[in-house]
């Protein structure tokens, strides 16, 4: 979208879901990387990925809104879903802390399910690299005594 269309929309969705507006760029950079390098030929179905960016989309503004220094500012952080999120929601029934727990943790649950970014194969990854590490530094302790 182009010219005062597009600028209206980009206005409206940023009232809406304020600063994770960002995120539109990564998750559209991520889901080219996914098409990119799937090995797997595996893709999911285009619901699922709409509906979890949606997920992620309202849990990034709350996250936003929850990081807002004063509670004035939630709406131009977060957006006003994300004012709603953290002024109703997270804040009163889980406090700070337990918001800002549940907000990251749905976080990456929503990019897992945009992504097509499976965290078992990077685990095993880094299990195996930190493994080797340890072995080789095992293997120079050894060498010293």
């Known amino acids: 979208m182009i010219g005062p269309a597009g600028a209206y929309f980009a206005w409206l969705f940023s009232l809406v879901v304020g600063r994770s507006i960002l995120l539109i760029p990564i998750l ?7 098409v990119v390098f799937n090995k797997t030929k595996f893709q999911q179905k285009p619901y699922i990925k709409i509906i979890s960016g949606a997920l992620a989309f309202t849990t990034l503004s709350g996250l936003f ?34 918001g800002y727990l549940t907000a990251l943790t749905l976080l990456v ?5 945009a992504s097509d970014f499976l965290f078992i194969p990077f685990m095993i990854y880094l299990a195996r690299k930190s493994f080797g590490v340890s072995q080789q530094v095992v293997e120079q302790g050894s060498e010293i005594y």
């Open 28 to 34: 559209l950079f991520g889901w080219a990387l996914s």
């Open 65 to 98: 809104a929850l990081s807002a220094p004063q509670a004035s500012f939630r709406v131009e952080y977060g957006g006003i879903m994300g004012a709603w999120l953290a002024s109703d929601i997270l804040l009163p029934y889980l406090g700070r802390v337990g």
């Open 109 to 113: 649950l929503s990019f897992s399910l």
